[in-house]
C-alpha cells in the first residue's frame, strides 16, 4: 500500500524530466537543408528556418503564435 504512491510519484517525476528537455511539438517537422548552408535547417510543417552550429540539430520549435 505504501509504495504505490511512491511509484506514481516516481513515474510523474521521470515523465516531466523527459519532457522539460525539448519544447518540440509534433507541427515540428525539422529537416537539414544542404542546399542552403552546411548546418541549415526548415521545419517543412511551418517553414521556419535556422542555421546552427556543426553537429547541433534544432530543439524548439519556431513556429509563429497565432496571437502575431
Given amino acids: 500500500m505504501f509504495l504505490l504512491p511512491l511509484g506514481l510519484i516516481?513515474?510523474?517525476?521521470a515523465l516531466w524530466l523527459m519532457?522539460?528537455?525539448?519544447?518540440?511539438?509534433?507541427g515540428c517537422l525539422w529537416?537539414?537543408?544542404r542546399t542552403v548552408a552546411?548546418?541549415?535547417w526548415r521545419?517543412?510543417?511551418c517553414g521556419a528556418e535556422i542555421d546552427l552550429p556543426p553537429g547541433k540539430?534544432?530543439?524548439?520549435c519556431?513556429?509563429?503564435?497565432a496571437e502575431d
Fill in 10 to 13: 516516481a513515474v510523474f517525476l
Fill in 19 to 26: 519532457r522539460r528537455n525539448s519544447s518540440l511539438t509534433r
Fill in 31 to 33: 529537416r537539414l537543408d
Fill in 38 to 40: 552546411p548546418n541549415h
Fill in 43 to 45: 521545419c517543412a510543417a
Fill in 57 to 60: 540539430a534544432p530543439r524548439d
Fill in 62 to 65: 519556431l513556429k509563429p503564435s
